[in-house]
């Protein structure tokens, strides 16, 4: 089981141990079964890796953040403004979306990567209300269709009004994506072991000359 490691990506196997794989692989006829010994095409290898990257850049925490009511704070507050009650709906939630885009709402980044309707504002509005007038921190509570609910993070301890709490905020790194990316990686690197501790490549047997 002697390893080579000085061209990973060509063997990882000795001369010697190649040389009876190939042996074995040439002698062993599978019952008639013929296994070829070619490289994994350049563009299926490509789309795998594209796939990996693509999966967890849709996934990231900063990208992938839930909304939360914090987001659709400025939105409420303008739901009842003059200029918007006699507005149609579509109108309306337009007209809402560009004052507060134009304003430079520190939540912009979320607000256009969660849009809603005017429905969707009117469900949730007393929720945010009843919130605000206990004093919540909106940032702490995740929109859930209809619903406005604690959500479900648990992050660092912090002092809230005297007391010391965890802080409900999605981190912008939790531990699911750490175990994601080790579990990938190990799944890459077992993958890739498994195939260089075969003959390489450039071996192609002719199975005893019978097909």
Known sequence: MAWKLDNPLHTMTSEDQNQKAVELWEAESLGGITEDNNRLPQPVLGLLVLTIITAFLIT????????????????????????????????????????????????????????????????????????????ARLDEYTIVGNKVVIANFEGNFIDDKGTTRRERVQPWWDKGYTIDIVFILVFCVAVMIAVKRLPPFTFKPDHGKHH
Do not use: C, T
Request: glycine share 2%; proline share 7%; net charge negative.
């Open 60 to 135: 990231f925490p900063l990208w992938g953040q839930r909304p939360h009511a914090a987001m659709y704070e400025e939105y409420i507050q303008l739901m009842d403004s003059p200029e918007v009650k006699d507005l149609p709906d579509d109108k309306a939630m337009q007209f809402i979306v560009d004052k507060v885009k134009a304003s430079n709402s520190k939540w912009s980044a979320l607000q256009e990567r969660h849009p809603l309707e005017m429905d969707d504002l009117r469900m949730i509005k007393d929720q945010v209300v009843e919130l605000q007038k206990q004093g």
